[in-house]
Nanobody, 124 residues
């Protein structure tokens, strides 16, 4: 059974950091782009960041540029989202997704495998 599992969410104060992990099982991420999306209460899901299968191409939404960093290790079948200088506006459920692509795009229909989500809460 193919699945993605996120972990690393939690509660953090403004200015703090979290590192989200996305582990794939049942399939290899070697040819898959990885995307991170988030959905806050009452808001639409938005693409936060993505990384191409080789790691050469990355994308960051303007709202997280300079604060969030994506990385991956295909040998470990894992991707990460390092989140620094977290703000209250970053509070949301974060989802990782995988899709076959040479590059990557922050568009949800480009991805066909999704994790269950992990809650990130930024609060003082």
């Amino acid at each position: 059974q193919s699945e993605l599992v996120e972990s690393g969410g939690g509660v953090v104060q403004p200015g703090g950091s979290l590192r989200l992990s996305c582990v794939a099982s049942g399939f290899s991420l070697d040819y898959y782009a990885i995307g991170w999306f988030r959905q806050a209460p009452g808001k639409e899901r938005e693409g936060v960041s993505c990384i191409s299968h080789s790691g050469e191409f990355t994308y960051y939404a303007d709202s997280v540029k300079g604060r969030f960093t994506m990385s991956r290790d295909n040998a470990k079948n894992t991707g990460w989202l390092e989140m620094n200088s977290l703000q209250t506006e970053d509070t949301a459920v974060y989802y990782c997704a995988a899709g076959l692509s040479d590059t990557c795009a922050p568009i949800d229909y480009e991805y066909d495998s999704w994790g269950q989500g992990t809650q990130v809460t930024v609060s003082s």
